[in-house]
């Protein structure tokens, strides 16, 4: 038997899913989740209540809880670039594939034409393609879809075109005159889920890719859709962060309970928000991770990535870490203390969140500044779309 880099464990249905999906497992994960359920979940009647937001906002929640070392870099903020040198992207495409690249690309030179339904209801208005989704639909984009579809086109167009509807029904674009204002990702939507610090996006690895920190244990609300949107809100924020000749992210996965005096514990979410949750990350978000990093693994956990690490193809195995320490992967100066770097991170909600979503919202005005620098066309590289600077 062999588990191709499609199939991975999950761990927390809810935190692994995200990892579980942009590698197209499910049913490994749910196996293991019906164990960890046993294990793990409590009785309903002892699950505790969403935290007040108001009373953790301006309070800090550091991302350890060691001692103090000399020589720290005290931090509250994230970085805005990497520590390493930005390195021009090399496709590396046979003929075979540029010519498929080809084919995607000259469909959607003429799909960009025509207008398309404003949501994925029966009979649906449509609208005509915005210049935000032009911008969206990258050489990079394009070629993720056909690596995850193993380079069949049709299946990459279909994709890619489901993906368009969906990102204008979710509200994660907002089309005029259609998008009800209140179901567009915001930051002011989902900032309730992030005041305890449960997602962070801080520094990148030694490859450039930002780090995304999931903390399970400082789960703060009960499950919604608000959940699942502020995962999408938080994917999106982290594709901001990739610098130029990097499309993927480092999953930093830490199941280290948070201090007891915050009064929190590691939640579960309903079946159908999972279910949303997998349905999203696995057609809307291919080819993303580009290294899993897990730590404070509970035992369980550990014993099973043991069990099935033999049947774990090699390529799956170069991106799943999790027996070696994250200071391997992520440069010194831009990791927290916890993991034996140079940073004294400390979560203060209200200077975090709003620093995090000026610096993507900075990032993101040069990426169409450039968009519209070189004409608007579709199928532009990232790699240009992101520079500072260009000609």
Not at 84 to 100: C, G, T
Not at 117 to 138: G, L
């Amino acid at each position: 038997m062999s588990v191709r880099h499609e199939v991975l464990p999950v761990f927390y249905l809810y935190t692994f899913l995200l990892f579980s999906s942009l590698l197209q497992c499910f049913a490994a994960s749910l196996a293991f989740e019906i164990v960890m359920a046993i294990f793990k979940r409590k009785p309903e009647s002892e699950a505790t209540t969403d935290v007040d937001t108001e009373s953790l906002s301006s309070k800090s929640t550091a991302m350890s809880m060691s001692s103090s070392k000399k020589g720290l870099i005290k931090r509250q903020t994230p970085f805005e670039h990497p520590v390493n040198p930005i390195k021009e992207p090399d496709f590396d495409l046979s003929e075979e594939q540029e010519a498929k690249y080809q084919q995607v690309l000259k469909h959607f030179q003429q799909y960009i034409l025509n207008e398309i339904p404003v949501n994925d209801s029966h009979n649906a208005p449509t609208h005509p393609i915005t210049d935000e989704e032009k911008a969206w639909m990258t050489k990079e984009c394009f070629l993720r879809y056909l690596r995850a579809t193993k380079w069949k086109v049709e299946a990459a167009i279909k994709r890619i075109e489901e993906t368009i509807v969906w990102r204008r029904t979710f509200g994660v674009i907002e089309i005029p005159g259609h998008t009800d204002p209140k179901k567009k990702v915001t930051a002011d939507l989902v900032e309730p889920e992030n005041v305890t610090g449960k997602n962070l996006i801080v520094g990148y690895d030694n490859d450039n890719r930002p780090c995304l920190y999931l903390r399970n244990g400082y789960q703060n609300t009960s499950a919604s859709i608000r959940q699942v949107q502020h995962l999408v809100f938080m994917l999106e924020r982290v594709i901001q962060y990739m610098p130029p000749g990097q499309d993927t992210l480092a999953l930093l996965i830490d199941f280290k309970a948070a201090p007891a005096s915050m009064n929190l514990s590691s939640k579960f979410p309903s079946l159908s928000i999972s279910k949303q949750v997998l349905h999203i990350l696995q057609n809307h978000y291919p080819e993303r991770l580009g290294r899993g990093l897990f730590t404070n693994i509970p035992w369980i956990g550990y014993t099973f990535f043991k069990v099935v690490g033999p049947f774990i193809d090699p390529y799956t195995r170069l991106k799943t870490i999790y027996d070696q320490p994250f200071e391997n992967f992520v440069p010194k100066e831009q990791l927290d203390k916890e993991f034996n770097g140079m940073l004294d991170f400390e979560y203060v909600h209200d200077v975090y969140w709003k620093s995090m979503n000026e610096l993507a919202e900075k990032k993101l005005e040069v990426f169409y500044a450039n968009f519209e620098r070189l004409g608007k066309e579709i199928g532009l590289s990232e790699y240009d779309l992101k520079r500072l600077h260009i000609v």
